[in-house]
């Protein structure tokens, strides 16, 4: 008889969903919002697929109440969701929106009257576009703005939420959207996307300092997606390799909040790049945080390649994917868990994004939405996490990606993550079975 997936995790352990404010609320006119990046970007011809944007998505700036009450009957521990920065402040600057501020305090008060807690993350990749037209995150004053921004949010909810989040994978900030150009704000430059990187801590670290001196009860982290790929081979070109290949997206991030510095033979690999560091500046990065979020969904593989200016190429590998390409690889989440507790020295971590993309259809009738390989991807990850736990990874908790279908950035509705069904037509909510499976794991019976 196999054993339950939560065999063995302490009893106060966390089990959340996630979505991200451009992917669900809609509502972009609403109330006094501002423009942001990504109402641009949609703007732009060619960028996202079919031309989809973000301006209904799943209207949850309308329909929260509906879905509170779908994550009550999951059972939900917590519901990490952002705050759209343009929605409560319009310029990035300036006056705050109040009606922008009261959409979210209705949020969080019917999150609490469901007995869910909410998890707060201050930037999921909406910057407010007056702030873009600034120059944007290569540019310092951005930072400056955040820790403004993020000052206004402790203060109008520190007294009811708890747990807080300053970014949401700046790697995609960064590079995703300054160096290839595939999300918003749509540019390929290097130096520039080197100069967001060093910008995006900073303003993590500002608005850490921000929480620590308001005083405000409570946790805050950051969340990364950081990697850890396999060698192809036991050669030592390829181990050396590997290692090499989790600099960009592991090291550029996680060194700075650990040790206050940035790894030097990836910039080395780039003399293009200069990292605008100010005085004191490594200092206010590397304050200590309460958790690190962890963002995963696959392992790569990497192999020697002397042309690469870091000596690596990324490996085809054998498993299944996901619709979005990515291989379900469950002892990786593993390796990476138990990597990541070592280099983080024991922090504690929360899985604050996990789940695949998976070619979902209605049944006929409307009523339920079989996804057998979802349960078994979740199924099979869940169980990596434990065996991780088990294995002395201080893990606090896991957030399902995610709650529900939604608008997924360049690739508009084509793909869908969620463990609620949305008909993006009459903007309907169907639970999955996925949705069912998570209830009976949450409830300790899986």
Known sequence: MSERITAGLPADFVWGAATASYQVEGAVHADGRGPSIWDAFCATPGAVAHGHTGETAVDQYNRYAEDVALMRELGLHRYRFSIAWPRVQPHGSGKPNARGFDYYARLIDALLAAGIEPAVTLYHWDLPLALQDSGGWPERDTAYRFAEYAELCYRAFGDRVKSWITLNEPYCSAVLGYLEGVHAPGERDRPRAYRAIHHLMLAHGLALEAFRAGGYD?????TLNTQ???????????????????????HMFLDPLMHGSYPERHLAAYPEVSMPIADGDMSVIAKPIDFLGLNWYWEDVAAADPDHPEGFRLCPRYQDVTEMGWPVVPRGFYRHLRRLDELTDGIPIYVTENGCAMPDELSADGTRCRDPRRVAYLRDHLEAMRDAWRDGVNLK?????????????ALGYTKRFGIVYCDYVDLRRVPKDSFYFYRDVIAGHE
């Open 218 to 222: 409570g946790e805050i982290g950051i």
């Open 228 to 250: 850890t790929p396999c060698p192809a081979t036991q050669r030592e070109e390829d181990r050396a390799a590997a290692d090499r290949a989790a600099d960009l997206q592991t």
């Open 397 to 409: 908790g896991y957030f399902v990606w995610s709650f529900i279908d939604n608008f997924e950035w």
